[in-house]
């Protein structure tokens, strides 16, 4: 626990919000500065040597960052920003956040309090502009709450399920001197689930014949990641992993049959409707989960048990037959100690899900001279074992999610709500919380162009993530749809793109380009041996716009000519690949 300071002195509303940070144990705050929060940035000198400020180039890729932190830490994630635009810019990370389920606070720069009501110079009203995005959204006016309203906000942004809070902080109230006390968190117990719910749950998995778990959620510790393998382990169940929770469990383990979401294999799918049991433990069950809400009865004819730390989630959509509200680390833990069940009747039914998981991750033969899919599985082999995977939002994204196996201690970050831009800042917030850790982004051409700038902030800082980054020159998923609806009618959805590798010279790191598939490798093993911030720009087929079909194959279905998409030339370099 923090050590809290009493003061009797006076200090600026600045000084002290600076001061009730360090007081809850922040270490990071990810921040694009503005003139609104002057006092609070002078607060911050203050504590430099306990708090370090990341200089951030954009409000989307702050908050990013500051995101992944929490995903990575479970405590909050702090960013700040400024009024107006900066905060504008900085919701779509409060959007993230909110989906994912993981712990943030947002410091927002506001107007002076008289000036309210009269669309003053950057005025935005917070509370009516957040509030469907955040668990709690508030407004500090007077410096003597400060410690107070931090400190709250921490708790709520940790408790039940985790999420954001966005706290905007008046102008003049951060210059305002006032004599209060610091306030550090509090030792709160996690709830644990009922004994007679567990006695339940242990009748209900005894009588089942084609039981299946589902793994997600955030605020996982890695004793309650132990824990539940254990006991998933134990009982021989099928585990699967919702929408880019693939840390949650090894995929190189015989009970790892796959993660249901967006591009989730249809025979994973069909085994899903086949369940007796669905054991969905920490995921909310949601859209791509649950397969766009078609995948289970609403009304509880396949029998849920539903584990989540928010009651309200529970039965929200589906009807479970056991619902269990409790901190998920605590379920783990209780769920190991239970005594195991004496007779499962689905081993055969666990290695039926794992033969068609390790099917669907066979690489096909695509055409071209790069195989995205055995350059992956390379990759896979070449990396550290406890390598963190940050992936952007788009189609290249099911590549890696379908060929590739996260080992136990590698750890994934990824936007369940599909934000672009998300991938370039998180792995640098990912690289700064883990600096001895290799760090790997999988992000498209579209997405990289949003927030890649951000590779300014891991020069600044000096941490060097390695982004690969898979060029097809289109804003791919949309692409598919479009081909899929409207055949040949190409709108709106094609890129012109730089050459990434010059891109990223230009910042003095390192550089690649990769086009055929014993190339990626070698690629990375560069990079990471540069020691700098690298990029490696995958040049990707676009005809190949999924790793499941082709713009051919879709134009064909949709009844239209089945002629290949046209290659665009991609920039070609004046200087060799670096070999």
């Given amino acids: 626990m923090n050590e809290v300071k009493r003061t ?37 000198y203050s504590v430099r040597n306990q708090l370090q400020l990341i200089t951030c180039r954009f409000e989307a890729g702050a908050v990013h960052m500051a995101e992944a932190h929490g995903k990575l830490t479970g405590k909050p994630g702090v960013a700040i920003v400024t009024r107006g635009p900066g905060a ?40 009516r502009m957040f509030s469907p995005i955040a668990k709690w959204v508030t407004q500090i006016d007077d410096a003597k709450r400060i410690p107070e309203i931090i400190a709250h906000a921490f708790d709520i942004a940790t408790s039940g399920r985790p999420g954001p809070v966005v706290i905007a902080i008046s102008e003049e109230m951060q210059k305002h001197q006032v004599t ?21 749950l242990r009748d209900m998995l005894a009588t089942a014949e084609r039981p299946l778990a589902i793994l997600g959620g955030s605020g996982w510790t890695a004793e309650g990641r132990k824990a539940i393998a254990k006991f998933l382990v134990a009982h021989d169940l099928p585990v699967c992993v919702s929408f880019r929770r693939q840390s949650l469990f090894d995929g190189t383990h015989a009970n790892f049959v796959g993660d249901l979401g967006v591009g989730a294999d249809a025979g994973l799918v069909a085994h899903a409707r086949e369940a007796d049991l669905i054991l969905a433990i920490g995921t909310r069950l949601g859209e791509p989960v649950s397969q766009g809400y078609t995948l289970f009865d609403f009304a509880g004819a396949q029998p849920i048990i539903h584990v989540h730390p928010e009651q309200s989630e529970i039965g929200r959509v589906h009807r479970p037959a056991l619902g269990i509200p409790c901190d998920l680390n605590a379920f783990a833990e209780a769920a190991n100690a239970m005594a195991p069940v004496a007779s499962t009747a689905w081993s055969g039914w666990r290695e039926t899900l794992r033969a068609s998981r390790l099917k669907q991750a066979e690489a096909p033969d695509y055409e071209g001279p790069l195989n995205l899919a055995r350059a992956l599985q390379a990759l896979e082999k070449a990396l ?85 980054v898979f060029n097809n020159q289109m804003y791919g998923t949309i692409r598919m749809y479009q081909e899929r609806t409207y055949p040949n009618r190409v709108s709106g959805t094609a890129l012109t793109n730089p050459d990434f590798a010059k891109f990223i010279e230009a910042f003095g790191g390192h550089g690649e380009i990769v086009e055929a598939t014993d190339e990626l490798v070698p690629a990375v093993q560069r990079a990471l041996a540069s020691g700098k911030p690298a990029i490696v720009e995958i040049r990707t087929n676009p005809e190949q716009v999924t790793n499941r079909v082709t713009i051919s194959d879709l134009r064909a279905s949709a009844g239209g000519t089945a002629t290949p998409a046209p290659r665009i030339p991609a920039p070609r370099r004046t200087t060799p690949r670096p070999r």
Avoid at 15 to 20: M, P, S
Avoid at 97 to 124: C, K
Wanted: charged share 15%.
């Fill in 180 to 200: 209060v006390p610091d306030i550090g968190p509090a030792e709160v117990f996690p709830p644990h689930p009922a004994p007679e719910a567990m006695a339940r």
């Fill in 384 to 468: 550290p074992d406890d390598t963190i995977f940050t992936t952007d939002a788009g189609n290249f994204a099911t590549w890696p999610t379908r060929f590739m196996h996260l080992k136990d201690g590698q750890d994934f970050l990824g936007p369940t709500n599909g934000a672009m831009g998300y991938g370039v800042p998180s792995a640098i917030g990912a690289k700064i919380v883990h600096p001895n850790r290799t760090v790997i982004c999988f992000v498209g051409d579209g997405g990289f162009l949003m927030t890649g700038q951000e590779i300014a902030t891991a020069f600044h800082h000096a941490v060097n993530p390695i982004i690969l």
């Fill in 88 to 127: 504008c810019h900085a919701a779509i990370g409060v959007h993230v956040a909110m989906q994912d389920s993981t712990p943030l606070v947002l410091l927002v720069g506001q107007i002076p309090v008289e000036e309210t009501d009269r669309e003053s110079f950057q005025e935005v009203d917070y509370r």
């Fill in 8 to 44: 009797a002195q006076a200090r600026s509303g600045g000084k002290v919000l600076a001061d009730a940070m360090v007081a809850q144990g922040v270490t990071h705050a990810f921040c694009v500065p503005g003139e609104s929060y002057l006092d609070l940035l002078d607060g911050l």
